[in-house]
């Protein structure tokens, strides 16, 4: 159980584009899901929380405008990339956490595999 | 926010010898502190986790200690084999928002 998906697991798109990613929680609702960028070698930074059905929450120095998170229901969420730039290539990984009556507890985030996304 | 430090950031060790990642987090609120294994391109597996009301907990081979009055926290591998090599990555998070801040990683090289 607890498994999340994510689509694509890479892209290679020219800048200037958007693209779009989805996180899917395959299993489980989630109250909550987390978006994460990892730039080679280095660690997972949270790019923004999304709760279902509200806006999502942006760390500090995250572009809102550039970043758009939607958590159209409790078990998808989309993060789209607009106006990419090579700057933006990275890998993009989405988490999850259960609703607060799982009998798993509600610490423990769901990983998706990642999107490499590369921008020429 | 949270500040999570780790070290160090590359570990070599050789097989059946024990490694050792230590951590420490900023924010007192925090009360949940997860490892995870990440291997090259994969997503983060998380192998122990450890609540602020327990003190050290085990698994197998793999063992968590937290002192949260100093506010770090520790993971020890005994017995390394070739396939613990991969990058390991603390963090802590609270109940205030569950937020997860990371840790830098450590690179654990087991040489056979």
């Known amino acids: 159980g607890a498994v999340v998906s994510q689509h694509p697991s890479w892209v290679i798109c020219k800048s200037g584009t958007s693209v779009k990613i989805e996180c899917r929680s395959l299993d489980f609702q989630a109250t909550t899901m987390f978006w994460y960028r990892q730039f080679p070698k280095q660690s997972l930074m949270l790019m923004a929380t999304s709760n279902e059905g509200s806006k999502a929450t942006y760390e500090q120095g995250v572009e809102k405008d550039k970043f758009l998170i939607n958590h159209a229901s409790l078990t998808l969420s989309t993060l789209t990339v607009t106006s990419a730039h090579p700057e933006d290539s990275s890998f993009y990984i989405c988490?999850?956490?259960?609703?607060?009556?799982?009998?798993?507890?509600?610490?423990?985030?769901?990983f998706g595999p990642g999107t490499r996304l590369t921008v020429l | 926010g949270e500040n999570v430090e780790q070290h160090p950031s590359t570990l070599s060790v050789q097989e059946g010898d024990s490694a050792v990642i230590k951590c420490t987090y900023s924010d007192s609120a925090s009360n949940y502190f997860p490892w995870y294994k990440q291997e090259l391109g994969k997503r983060p597996q998380l192998i122990i986790d450890?609540?602020?009301?327990?003190g050290e907990k085990k698994d197998q081979r793999i063992a968590v200690t937290l002192n949260k009055t100093a506010k770090h926290f520790s993971l020890h591998i005994t017995e390394t084999q070739p396939e613990d090599s991969a990058v390991y990555f603390c963090a802590a998070s609270s109940f205030r928002d569950y937020k997860l801040s990371f840790g830098a990683g450590t690179t654990v090289t087991v040489r056979a």
């Open positions: 988490s999850a956490r259960e609703m607060e009556t799982s009998p798993r507890g509600v610490y423990e985030q769901f």
């Open positions: 450890i609540r602020s009301n327990v």
